[in-house]
Protein backbone atom coordinates (compact mmCIF):
# COMPACT_ATOMS: atom_id res chain seq x y z
CA UNK A 1 0.00 0.00 0.00
CA UNK A 2 1.02 3.44 -0.53
CA UNK A 3 -0.56 6.88 0.07
CA UNK A 4 -0.08 10.35 -1.32
CA UNK A 5 -1.27 13.09 1.08
CA UNK A 6 -1.17 16.25 -0.49
CA UNK A 7 -1.30 19.75 1.67
CA UNK A 8 -1.12 23.57 1.20
CA UNK A 9 -4.06 24.72 -1.07
CA UNK A 10 -6.07 27.24 -0.24
CA UNK A 11 -7.48 30.51 -1.19
CA UNK A 12 -5.24 33.27 -3.04
CA UNK A 13 -5.77 36.73 -4.69
CA UNK A 14 -4.95 36.68 -8.14
CA UNK A 15 -1.79 37.19 -9.20
CA UNK A 16 -0.73 35.64 -6.09
CA UNK A 17 1.46 32.37 -4.96
CA UNK A 18 0.87 29.49 -3.52
CA UNK A 19 3.24 26.21 -2.44
CA UNK A 20 1.55 22.09 -2.66
CA UNK A 21 3.67 19.18 -1.39
CA UNK A 22 2.71 16.32 -1.87
CA UNK A 23 4.48 13.14 0.52
CA UNK A 24 4.02 9.63 -0.69
CA UNK A 25 4.61 7.24 2.26
CA UNK A 26 4.27 3.37 2.39
CA UNK A 27 6.14 -0.01 0.75
CA UNK A 28 8.18 2.50 -1.38
CA UNK A 29 10.99 0.85 -2.91
CA UNK A 30 11.28 3.63 -5.62
CA UNK A 31 9.11 6.47 -7.29
CA UNK A 32 9.47 6.76 -10.89
CA UNK A 33 7.32 9.89 -12.52
CA UNK A 34 5.78 12.50 -10.28
CA UNK A 35 2.80 14.51 -11.21
CA UNK A 36 0.26 16.80 -10.15
CA UNK A 37 -3.01 17.25 -12.16
CA UNK A 38 -6.18 19.76 -11.66
CA UNK A 39 -9.64 18.98 -11.85
CA UNK A 40 -12.06 22.19 -12.75
CA UNK A 41 -15.85 22.44 -11.80
CA UNK A 42 -17.68 20.52 -14.97
CA UNK A 43 -14.32 19.82 -16.63
CA UNK A 44 -11.84 16.85 -17.05
CA UNK A 45 -9.11 16.32 -15.20
CA UNK A 46 -5.92 17.63 -16.91
CA UNK A 47 -2.27 17.46 -16.43
CA UNK A 48 -0.41 20.32 -14.94
CA UNK A 49 3.24 19.46 -14.92
CA UNK A 50 4.85 16.05 -14.67
CA UNK A 51 8.75 15.34 -13.14
CA UNK A 52 10.66 12.12 -14.26
CA UNK A 53 13.19 10.22 -12.10
CA UNK A 54 15.69 11.78 -13.76
CA UNK A 55 14.58 15.28 -12.99
CA UNK A 56 13.30 16.48 -16.38
CA UNK A 57 10.02 18.23 -16.62
CA UNK A 58 6.84 19.10 -18.44
CA UNK A 59 4.52 21.43 -17.74
CA UNK A 60 0.78 22.42 -19.78
CA UNK A 61 1.13 24.96 -21.83
CA UNK A 62 -1.45 26.91 -20.00
CA UNK A 63 1.06 27.19 -16.48
CA UNK A 64 4.30 27.20 -18.26
CA UNK A 65 6.65 29.99 -16.83
CA UNK A 66 4.11 30.58 -13.92
CA UNK A 67 4.10 26.87 -12.64
CA UNK A 68 6.95 25.15 -10.93
CA UNK A 69 7.19 21.38 -10.42
CA UNK A 70 10.22 20.06 -8.24
CA UNK A 71 10.72 16.68 -6.06
CA UNK A 72 13.10 15.55 -3.17
CA UNK A 73 13.52 11.97 -3.70
CA UNK A 74 14.91 11.26 -0.01
CA UNK A 75 11.52 12.52 1.19
CA UNK A 76 9.48 10.81 -1.25
CA UNK A 77 7.74 13.78 -2.24
CA UNK A 78 6.80 16.31 -5.00
CA UNK A 79 5.94 20.53 -4.84
CA UNK A 80 4.30 22.46 -6.89
CA UNK A 81 5.13 26.45 -6.81
CA UNK A 82 2.09 28.33 -8.25
CA UNK A 83 3.10 31.76 -8.83
CA UNK A 84 1.12 34.33 -11.21
CA UNK A 85 -1.73 32.92 -10.31
CA UNK A 86 -5.13 33.40 -12.52
CA UNK A 87 -8.69 32.73 -11.34
CA UNK A 88 -8.51 29.95 -14.42
CA UNK A 89 -5.84 28.30 -11.81
CA UNK A 90 -9.21 27.62 -9.75
CA UNK A 91 -9.64 23.70 -9.28
CA UNK A 92 -8.65 20.61 -7.35
CA UNK A 93 -5.01 19.61 -7.66
CA UNK A 94 -4.11 15.97 -7.47
CA UNK A 95 -0.83 15.04 -6.77
CA UNK A 96 0.24 11.42 -8.94
CA UNK A 97 3.10 9.03 -7.89
CA UNK A 98 4.27 5.79 -10.06
CA UNK A 99 5.44 3.80 -7.35
CA UNK A 100 7.59 0.68 -7.76
CA UNK A 101 6.98 -1.12 -4.81
CA UNK A 102 9.22 -3.21 -2.31
CA UNK A 103 7.52 -6.34 -3.47
CA UNK A 104 8.34 -5.17 -6.77
CA UNK A 105 5.25 -4.38 -8.59
CA UNK A 106 4.60 -0.73 -10.21
CA UNK A 107 1.48 1.37 -9.96
CA UNK A 108 0.10 4.98 -10.02
CA UNK A 109 -1.27 6.17 -7.34
CA UNK A 110 -3.07 9.28 -6.18
CA UNK A 111 -3.26 11.81 -3.66
CA UNK A 112 -6.67 12.66 -2.47
CA UNK A 113 -6.74 16.17 -3.91
CA UNK A 114 -6.66 19.71 -2.38
CA UNK A 115 -8.98 22.78 -2.98
CA UNK A 116 -7.21 25.87 -4.64
CA UNK A 117 -9.40 28.89 -5.31
CA UNK A 118 -7.98 31.80 -7.09
CA UNK A 119 -10.68 34.78 -6.55
CA UNK A 120 -10.68 38.53 -5.14
Known amino acids: QVQLVESGGGLVQPGGSLMLSCAASGNIFRINDMAWHRQAPGKQRELVAVIFSGGSTNYADSVEGRFTISRDNAKNTVYLQMNSLKPEDTAVYYC??????????????WGQGTQVTVSS
Open 96 to 109: YARVVTTAGTTYGS
